[in-house]
């Protein structure tokens, strides 16, 4: 299914006609417009067209006791007429051979609401679709399955933080086609109950229908407990949501300061001590080595001095030791011309460049000397930087702490919520107890179920073999419970093969759209309850609580992407508020590989934030029709202008 066109007259902010036109070839409509400028509405309207009271957005909305109140909330009255009409064009696929256009219109004019239909096929009027339109969309697309193409992101980040409730249950049930194996069981058990009476004399028939009335009735006793645990759970849910309203208030009114005040006050108190410390420390360096820091270069300057007095000194001892051989050579020689002129160079290296003695630093005075400049003085100096570093640490903490100490913080009112929050926290305590209890209840009743369920198909056996040559009646009842233990073997084989493909490819979704790829290798479900389970690299799962927000939105589209996938059917996506509680690196994801691929129409419905230019230069290269919803604050409606806002 492909929508071409969509007609809003008086309905909503809508006032007046507003038609938006699609007729892109690309995959990607991109409808921008601020908050309360008519997206809901724009999706809504959809909805309405194909589905009438048989649109979730009716069937879930609990404001409005009558289909008539629900269509005179969306009658725009600005032009006096108090008439209403929205008309959708839609082609069933990309060829445009069958083109289909649906109007509703009604008015407000009376107490009761009338609306009237009418539906054309390829341009003409065609009063079949128009009286049986209801059962003709229902086959292309059911109205139960249409809010997993049709959905609200707000709604998607709710159904995140809950737990899976047995209303999406039973809609991934009618998805994968499960659901008509109940409507098939219903139909089998009149039969049987309407041939059953006709052959009351038969006893074992007799007892087969009672044990099949008991096994309805426990299958009733289990549906109610699962029923109430739902209740529960979504209690449970709310009250952790109201607790985190309360948790956060609570931090933001200084909650946190009041609880750690005496915590704030210790560490205050340990870095003053870590300052007292460095104090002592610094003034111990102070009247040690440290002040040698200031005179180093003088240091520098004796050492280098030192050093060449010393190598004169032993030039000298050198020089008088070789005048002694020398003498002791003339006593036993006769003087020798170049012996004499070697003593006169010896003579002259010495007296060259000779420096007056101002130091006359000994040999280990010159080496302790050289150790304190170059060692003893560094650690001294190194050893103070890292002390007036920590210090420095130290004083900025407990500038961090004063500031938080000074705060100005209400005590009564934090009192007040502090009582608040143990109260909910109390009221989660009963919920999780309540629903543990039920849960009991439940692992009972399952029990009690399995155990009559086996008695029925054993009498069921029973009767069936003794039922060879009976009449038409008995026949009938033969084949009708064979049917139904055929069905019920079916169901089990049937939910299993459903529930692993579709887990399968909920981890293939997953996969494409997350960021942290390494925490979740796989999803598998449960094929009975149809309870998701998230499995990890090690095979061991991971809690669902130990999601982000944005993870765990993310695990429902994904959810909602591999449902449309299994359905195998072609119908158009609209998203409403696609991107909430999102972070950038999930934003991308979508944008980059759900939005293009999640069908060949995706319809956007967005503010400038959650699309911004990032996001749309992203993806522009997928939008082939862009609108933006403008608003007048004067006439207080909106009307539709092309181009997705002003980039």
């Given at each position: 299914?492909?929508?071409?066109?969509?007609?809003?007259?008086?309905?909503?902010?809508?006032?007046?006609?507003?038609?938006?036109?699609?007729?892109?070839?690309?995959?990607?409509?991109?409808?921008?417009?601020?908050?309360?400028?008519?997206?809901t509405?724009?999706?809504?309207?959809?909805?309405?067209?194909?589905?009438?009271?048989?649109?979730?957005?009716?069937?879930?909305?609990?404001?409005?006791?009558?289909?008539g109140?629900?269509?005179?909330?969306?009658?725009?009255?600005?032009d006096?007429?108090?008439?209403?009409?929205i008309?959708?064009?839609?082609?069933?696929?990309?060829?445009?051979?069958?083109?289909?256009?649906?109007?509703?219109?009604?008015d407000?004019?009376?107490?009761?609401?009338r609306?009237?239909?009418?539906?054309?096929?390829?341009?003409?009027?065609?009063?079949?679709?128009?009286?049986?339109?209801?059962?003709?969309?229902?086959?292309?697309?059911?109205?139960?399955?249409?809010?997993?193409?049709?959905?609200?992101?707000?709604?998607?980040?709710?159904l995140?933080?809950?737990?899976?409730?047995?209303?999406?249950?039973?809609?991934?049930?009618?998805?994968?086609?499960?659901?008509?194996?109940?409507v098939?069981?219903?139909?089998?058990?009149?039969?049987?109950?309407?041939?059953?009476?006709?052959?009351?004399?038969?006893?074992?028939?007799?007892?087969?229908?009672?044990l099949?009335?008991?096994?309805?009735?426990?299958?009733?006793k289990l549906?109610?407990?699962?029923?109430?645990i739902?209740?529960h759970?979504?209690?449970r849910?709310?009250?952790?949501?109201?607790?985190?309203?309360k948790?956060?208030?609570?931090?933001?009114?200084?909650?946190?300061?009041?609880?750690?005040?005496?915590?704030?006050?210790?560490?205050?108190?340990?870095?003053?001590?870590?300052?007292?410390?460095?104090?002592?420390?610094?003034l111990?360096?102070?009247?040690?080595?440290?002040?040698?820091?200031?005179?180093?270069?003088?240091?520098?300057?004796?050492?280098?001095?030192?050093?060449?007095?010393?190598?004169?000194?032993?030039n000298?001892?050198?020089?008088?030791?070789?005048?002694?051989?020398?003498?002791?050579?003339?006593?036993?020689?006769?003087?020798?011309?170049?012996?004499?002129?070697?003593?006169?160079?010896?003579?002259?290296?010495?007296a060259?460049?000779?420096?007056?003695?101002?130091?006359?630093?000994?040999?280990?005075?010159?080496?302790?000397?050289?150790?304190?400049e170059?060692?003893?003085?560094?650690?001294?100096?190194?050893?103070?930087?890292?002390?007036?570093?920590?210090r420095?640490?130290?004083?900025?903490?407990?500038?961090?702490?004063?500031?938080?100490?000074?705060?100005?913080?209400?005590?009564?009112s934090?009192?007040?919520?502090?009582?608040?929050?143990?109260?909910?926290?109390?009221?989660?305590?009963?919920?999780?107890?309540?629903?543990?209890?039920?849960?009991?209840?439940?692992?009972?009743?399952?029990?009690?179920?399995?155990?009559?369920?086996?008695?029925?198909?054993?009498?069921?056996?029973?009767?069936?073999?003794?039922?060879?040559?009976?009449?038409?009646?008995?026949?009938?009842?033969?084949?009708?419970?064979?049917?139904?233990?055929?069905?019920d073997?079916?169901?089990?084989?049937?939910?299993?093969?459903?529930?692993?493909?579709?887990?399968?490819?909920?981890?293939?979704?997953?996969?494409?759209?997350?960021n942290?790829?390494?925490?979740?290798?796989?999803?598998?479900?449960?094929?009975e309850?149809?309870?998701?389970?998230?499995?990890?690299?090690?095979?061991?799962?991971?809690?669902?609580?130990?999601l982000?927000?944005?993870?765990?939105?993310?695990?429902?589209?994904?959810?909602?992407?591999?449902?449309?996938?299994?359905?195998?059917?072609?119908?158009?996506?609209?998203i409403?508020?696609?991107?909430?509680?999102?972070?950038?690196?999930?934003r991308?994801?979508?944008v980059?590989?759900?939005f293009?691929?999640?069908?060949?129409?995706?319809?956007?419905?967005?503010?400038?934030?959650?699309?911004?230019?990032?996001?749309?230069?992203?993806?522009?290269?997928?939008?082939?029709?862009?609108?933006?919803?403008?608003?007048?604050?004067?006439?207080?409606?909106t009307?539709?202008?092309?181009?997705?806002?002003?980039?």
């Amino acid at each position: 299914m492909i929508i071409r066109r969509l007609t809003m007259h008086n309905f909503g902010v809508y006032a007046s006609t507003n038609t938006m036109l699609l007729n892109g070839k690309k995959p990607v409509v991109l409808i921008g417009g601020m908050n309360g400028r008519g997206k809901t509405t724009f999706l809504e309207a959809v909805l309405l067209a194909l589905y009438g009271s048989n649109s979730f957005t009716y069937t879930e909305d609990r404001k409005y006791s009558t289909y008539g109140q629900y269509l005179k909330s969306f009658v725009n009255m600005a032009d006096g007429t108090k008439e209403t009409f929205i008309e959708i064009e839609f082609e069933l696929d990309k060829k445009g051979d069958e083109t289909y256009q649906v109007r509703r219109e009604w008015d407000a004019k009376g107490q009761r609401v009338r609306e009237t239909i009418s539906v054309k096929k390829n341009g003409e009027f065609n009063s079949f679709l128009t009286e049986n339109w209801s059962m003709f969309i229902e086959n292309i697309l059911p109205s139960e399955l249409s809010k997993f193409f049709f959905f609200d992101g707000e709604k998607i980040a709710e159904l995140a933080v809950a737990d899976t409730n047995e209303q999406l249950k039973e809609s991934i049930k009618a998805m994968l086609g499960i659901s008509v194996l109940d409507v098939l069981q219903g139909d089998l058990g009149r039969i049987i109950s309407k041939v059953g009476k006709r052959i009351e004399g038969n006893q074992n028939f007799k007892e087969l229908n009672k044990l099949r009335e008991e096994r309805d009735q426990a299958t009733e006793k289990l549906d109610a407990i699962d029923v109430e645990i739902t209740k529960h759970e979504e209690k449970r849910s709310k009250l952790r949501e109201k607790l985190e309203k309360k948790s956060s208030e609570y931090k933001v009114h200084g909650g946190d300061i009041i609880e750690q005040r005496e915590e704030l006050m210790n560490q205050r108190s340990e870095m003053m001590a870590n300052i007292m410390t460095a104090q002592d420390q610094l003034l111990e360096l102070a009247s040690g080595e440290l002040p040698l820091e200031l005179v180093r270069s003088l240091l520098k300057t004796a050492i280098v001095s030192g050093k060449k007095e010393q190598d004169q000194r032993m030039n000298g001892l050198a020089i008088k030791k070789i005048h002694s051989f020398y003498e002791q050579y003339l006593r036993n020689s006769k003087p020798d011309k170049s012996v004499k002129q070697f003593m006169d160079y010896v003579e002259e290296c010495g007296a060259d460049g000779r420096i007056p003695e101002i130091y006359k630093l000994s040999d280990i005075t010159l080496a302790k000397l050289n150790s304190l400049e170059r060692e003893t003085i560094e650690a001294a100096v190194t050893k103070t930087v890292a002390i007036r570093k920590q210090r420095k640490k130290s004083q900025r903490k407990i500038e961090e702490i004063d500031s938080y100490l000074s705060v100005e913080i209400d005590e009564k009112s934090l009192n007040k919520l502090f009582r608040e929050i143990k109260q909910i926290e109390k009221e989660i305590v009963n919920e999780e107890v309540e629903i543990e209890d039920l849960r009991v209840k439940r692992a009972s009743a399952n029990g009690a179920l399995i155990s009559l369920e086996s008695a029925y198909s054993k009498m069921a056996e029973s009767v069936l073999s003794s039922l060879e040559d009976a009449d038409e009646d008995e026949r009938t009842a033969k084949y009708a419970h064979m049917a139904v233990e055929i069905l019920d073997e079916y169901r089990i084989r049937l939910q299993e093969r459903k529930t692993d493909q579709l887990a399968a490819t909920m981890s293939e979704c997953y996969k494409l759209l997350a960021n942290k790829k390494t925490l979740i290798d796989h999803v598998t479900m449960d094929s009975e309850s149809l309870d998701l389970h998230y499995i990890n690299l090690e095979g061991d799962e991971v809690e669902k609580k130990s999601l982000s927000a944005g993870e765990k939105q993310l695990m429902v589209i994904s959810l909602l992407w591999a449902l449309a996938i299994n359905s195998k059917k072609k119908l158009p996506v609209i998203i409403d508020t696609p991107l909430s509680r999102l972070d950038s690196a999930h934003r991308s994801a979508l944008v980059k590989k759900y939005f293009p691929k999640a069908s060949d129409q995706t319809i956007i419905l967005s503010t400038d934030s959650e699309i911004d230019e990032r996001y749309y230069r992203l993806m522009e290269k997928s939008i082939g029709d862009e609108y933006t919803l403008q608003y007048n604050d004067k006439e207080k409606r909106t009307t539709i202008v092309e181009g997705y806002f002003e980039w």
